[in-house]
Antibody, heavy 119, light 110 residues
Framework: QLQLQESGPGLVKPAETLSLTCTVSDGSFSSGDCYWGWIRQLPGKGLEWIGSIYCSGRISHNPSLRSRVTISVDTSKSQFSLKLRSVTAADTAVYYC???????????WGQGTLLTVSS | QSALTQPASVSGSPGQSITISCTGTSSDVGGYNFVSWYQQHPGKAPKLMIYEVINRPSGVSNRFSGSKSGNTASLTISGLQAEDEADYYCGSYTRSDTLVFGGGTKLTVL
């Protein structure tokens, strides 16, 4: 069964760069659509799509975050990563990684990781 | 891009049916059959319930159904059960090759 696991520091200082990695288990990382995404949820708020990446390297971003976001993929490690630069307290959220299908849906999700921005 | 519009809350009694709406524009919901719905219980990751407007993933109860008319998609839950109490989010592909979610709807089972 497909499993995704986010990993990251938990706490980041303002103005620094947030780095998260998602590791996919079950061996199917590069098969099928091979399309993976990041979504976040601010405290008490709704879901916000951050961006998605194909194994080919093609990327799509949320326009509101594009200037600060870098998404990359490492198929040899079955991982994809998120970097968010110049973070502020407004970036404090639970960050999820998920498998992104061609119909636009996210059908498998990680458990989420809380990222707090604080000095 | 603007978030899709969902009612903040809906409620129903066990056994009843409820419908949650998700309104967008011709650039997202109305323009593509790429609308999905997610259920989220407190402290848990979202779970896909409906994709491509009407399709149910394997394992999702047939009490959940989706539809679309114009720029508005809908999620209907029939035979409401206590375990259905959760937050529900819609999502749609957009003309800009991006994704957008709705603001979420809190379902209360009375």
């Amino acid at each position: 069964q497909l499993q995704l696991q986010e990993s990251g520091p938990g706490l980041v200082k303002p103005a620094e760069t947030l780095s998260l990695t998602c590791t996919v288990s079950d061996g199917s990382f590069s098969s099928g659509d091979c399309y993976w995404g990041w979504i976040r949820q601010l405290p008490g708020k709704g879901l916000e799509w951050i961006g998605s990446i194909y194994c080919s390297g093609r990327i799509s971003h949320n326009p509101s975050l594009r200037s600060r976001v870098t998404i990359s993929v490492d198929t040899s490690k079955s991982q994809f990563s998120l970097k968010l630069r110049s973070v502020t307290a407004a970036d404090t959220a639970v960050y999820y990684c998920a498998r992104h299908r061609s119909g636009g849906q996210f059908d498998s999700w990680g458990q989420g990781t809380l990222l707090t921005v604080s000095s | 891009q603007s978030a899709l519009t969902q009612p903040a809350s809906v409620s129903g009694s066990p056994g009843q049916s409820i419908t949650i709406s998700c309104t967008g524009t011709s650039s997202d919901v109305g323009g593509y059959n790429f609308v999905s719905w997610y259920q989220q219980h407190p402290g848990k990751a979202p779970k896909l319930m409906i994709y491509e407007v009407i399709n149910r993933p394997s394992g999702v109860s047939n009490r959940f159904s989706g539809s679309k008319s114009g720029n508005t998609a809908s999620l209907t839950i029939s035979g409401l059960q206590a375990e259905d109490e959760a937050d529900y989010y819609c999502g749609s592909y957009t003309r800009s090759d991006t994704l957008v979610f709705g603001g979420g709807t809190k379902l209360t089972v009375l």
